[in-house]
């Protein structure tokens, strides 16, 4: 028998590895002879972490729930405050329930009432009936959120109607040493969440007077985030100017379809810098192409018309929360969907109801995916190139990396015609975000039909249409500005709205 020659041999072994290396960077494998270059500003592991929490809770609860008001002038009593049968318990196992992955809770909004026994002002809760001045709020929540394995935030209001000082250095001190307390006393924050309403009218110790700041450099941000930072390193900042999360510039629930995770604030007219309450803030429905900061968009937005609970109000439908959740999680923003205790102190039964309603329905359809452990085939400018299960193995820390910047189609089959009305997608942002065109096709009795286009990606997105039959999709990455690189896909069935009340 003859066998190779030794220089035959390693030839032979050499041309196998070239090819192995060669399909294995077309797959996606991690094990590439070169990692994709990442491409842009790129997310921080806080921000990253943060992202996939996907959805959160906002609790407006305050003195503006016994006052029925949405925001306080600064002069009500702290005997106002005294819910009659508060409970975290109840607050917080409703909302994990639901799915929220957090809640940040209003400690201080502008009436500057403070919801722990704060060291540094008689207006808390120390000076109220409830607990005969022993409650701690702010406690009670975080040890909730700690009990039923959800995060905890905290927002507090730089501006404040009851301060005598607003408006001068020494109430910039006073700022400081609540944001210490609140962040050296409670535990692990995952997000300070910044308001952008500062100054104008208010009690102020008495003097009821407009009072106006110079907004370009009353609030010494950088030393406050400083704080931040330095007594909670893993949590996010909010505000309309980042550092960390941008405001999408609305209330109304929606991010838009163009919704770049990375962005560049810019000053409102006549002002200097762009801070909270100084922000061209409308930006943030879109981003910023190639921005200055990683800074995806917050969605805040309220279950009923006002942030604070009033009687008269009812919670949204289960349709408009959907649409939400669509137009937030589903346009690759994060969702802060605000629940208002009631007065009692306990989430109403209409929104608790209306919670479990939105959970039931995102359950049953997210447990229908049918691409899961399917492969894709990858074709390049019309030719077929590879095929890989990495796209639909569940897992956002493998991805698919285009070895060139091209036109790329990927097309999934599936083993028997299904109904469909929901394509998930993921970019590895961990080495930027990159795709700004895409086009989606179902195939149908044997012919490709277009049932949906879009922008961009990012860390998710969510792209419904009508309920169609299919054998397989075809996704297009119609343009890029960098080589694609995906992590994950999913094709969904989400029920009929009237099948979940």
């Not at 020659?5 to 032979?12: A, G, I, T, V, Y």
């Not at 990692?35 to 996939?52: A, V």
């Not at 893993?234 to 209330?251: I, K, T």
Request: charged content about 20%; some cysteine.
């Amino acid at each position: 028998m003859n066998f190779p020659s030794c220089k035959r041999l390693k030839l032979c072994y050499a041309t196998v590895l070239c090819a192995s290396l060669f399909l294995m960077a077309l797959s996606g494998c991690h094990v590439t002879p070169k990692t994709p270059e990442p491409y842009g500003t790129l997310p921080s592991p806080r921000q990253i972490n943060h992202e996939n929490m996907e959805m959160y809770a906002f609790l407006h609860f305050n003195m503006n729930t016994f006052t029925n008001k949405e925001w306080g002038f600064g002069d009500e009593s702290p005997a106002l405050f005294n819910p009659t049968d508060f409970d975290a318990d109840q607050i917080v196992g409703t909302l994990a329930r639901a799915g929220f992955k957090g809640v940040i809770l209003t400690a201080k909004h502008h009436d500057g009432f403070c919801l722990w026994p704060s060291a540094y002002t008689d207006h808390s809760v120390k000076s109220s009936p409830w607990k005969d001045g022993k409650g701690d709020v702010v406690r009670a929540i975080s040890d909730a959120c700690r009990k039923f394995g959800i995060k905890f935030g905290v927002y507090l209001s730089p501006w404040d109607r009851n301060r005598a000082d607003y408006g001068t250095a020494s109430y910039i001190t006073y700022y400081k040493n609540q944001l210490r307390e609140l962040l050296s006393g409670y535990g692990d924050i995952f997000e300070v969440w910044f308001d952008g309403a500062n100054g104008g009218s208010g009690y102020y110790g008495g003097s009821r007077e407009v009072r106006k700041i110079d907004k370009d450099n009353y609030y010494p941000w950088d030393s406050l985030y400083h704080i931040v930072r330095t007594l909670q390193p893993n949590a996010v900042m909010f505000s309309d100017a980042g550092p960390d999360l941008r405001w999408v510039g609305n209330e109304k629930g929606y991010a838009n379809d163009t919704c770049w995770e990375t962005y560049t604030p810019v000053p409102k007219a006549g002002f200097q810098h762009a801070y909270a309450g100084n922000t061209d803030a409308k930006q943030g429905e879109t981003g910023t192409m190639n921005g200055k900061y990683w800074m995806p968009a917050e969605v805040d937005v309220s279950i009923r018309r006002g942030w604070f609970y009033h009687a008269d109000q009812q919670p949204k439908s289960l349709e408009k929360l959907i649409d939400i959740y669509f137009n937030s999680v589903g346009k690759g923003a994060l969702l802060n969907l605000n629940v208002p205790p009631d007065s009692t102190g306990r989430i109403s039964q209409e929104d608790s109801v209306r919670l479990m309603e939105f959970k039931k329905y995102l359950d049953e359809g997210y447990s229908s995916n049918y691409i899961s452990g399917d492969k894709a085939t990858i074709t390049r400018s019309g030719v077929r190139t590879v095929s890989t299960s990495v796209l639909t193995d569940g897992k956002a820390d493998t991805y698919w990396a285009a070895p060139v910047d091209t036109t790329y189609s990927i097309v999934i089959r599936l083993d028997k015609p299904v109904a469909v009305n929901c394509l998930m997608m993921q970019e590895y942002i961990r080495l930027g975000q990159r795709i700004d065109s895409y086009s989606i096709e179902l195939e149908t009795a044997g012919r490709w039909q277009q049932v949906a286009a879009g922008a961009t990606i990012g860390y998710k997105k969510l792209i419904r249409f009508p309920d169609t039959p299919t054998t397989a999709v075809k996704i297009t990455l119609n343009s890029a500005l960098a080589s694609p690189v995906l992590a994950e896909m999913a094709l969904y069935r989400f029920p009929d709205i009237a099948a979940v009340h």
